[in-house]
């Protein structure tokens, strides 16, 4: 009797959280690299490939909030900047 693959709930929780960080901090397409041990830990191909194709989604999905996060924070800078020009100097 085959187990069921217990390991891939706790890792997507895992690389949810990993993902996010290295998205944030890179700023590049690159796998992220402390999803890796879990990733390695694997017990079948199978399982392995399943973890790295949601490593994968993980990161494309929160590069993408990371680039949507990365306009808002511009956005907010050029409005503070042009409110701060119409509040005169104390």
Do not use: F
């Not at 187990?3 to 890792?11: D, M, S, Y």
């Not at 994968?56 to 990365?70: F, G, N, Y």
């Amino acid at each position: 009797m085959r187990r069921p693959l217990t390991l891939v709930p706790v890792a997507i929780t895992l690389l949810v959280g990993v993902a996010w960080l290295s998205a944030a901090c890179s700023g590049h397409r690159e796998p992220s690299h402390a999803a890796d041990a879990i990733i390695e830990k694997a017990r079948t191909p199978e399982e392995r490939r399943a973890l790295e194709r949601i490593r994968d989604e993980i990161d494309v999905e929160m590069l993408e909030s990371v680039r949507v996060m990365d306009a808002e924070i511009e956005t907010l800078r050029r409005e503070n900047e042009e409110l701060r020009k119409e509040v005169p100097d104390r």
